[in-house]
């Protein structure tokens, strides 16, 4: 089971950036898959989830500028972050959970940075 997230990278404050969680080895399609965080110093922290039946939350750092999707049919699931800020800055992960066992992306880098 592995999950690849990507589309990290450099942008400006105000940018936007689209990342991507892929994953391979199990079926994305009924599970819930969470987006976190972590920034230098800090400890990692849920940004967004979405249900396996489309339902999104978003904590409140992020709302309003933050969007999460799915594509079953891709066993991927997107993090759309518009209005970047540079408390942003983070190293960004996907989870999923599946019959009690935690399964984690490698993270990809997101700098805000003018």
């Known amino acids: 089971v592995q999950l690849q997230a990507s589309g990290g990278g450099l942008v400006q404050p105000g940018g936007s950036l689209r990342l991507s969680c892929v994953a391979s080895?199990?079926?994305?399609?009924?599970?819930?898959v969470y987006w976190y965080r972590q920034a230098p110093g800090k400890q990692r922290e849920l940004v967004a989830r979405i249900t396996g039946g489309g339902l999104a939350n978003y904590k409140d750092p992020v709302k309003g500028r933050f969007t999460v999707s799915r594509d079953d049919d891709r066993n991927t699931v997107y993090l759309q972050m518009n209005s970047l800020k540079p408390e942003d800055t983070a190293v960004y992960y996907c989870?999923?959970?599946?019959?009690?066992?935690?399964?984690w992306g490698q993270g990809t880098q997101v700098t805000v940075s003018s």
């Open positions: 080895g199990i079926v994305f399609r009924a599970n819930t």
């Open positions: 989870n999923t959970i599946i019959y009690a066992t935690n399964y």
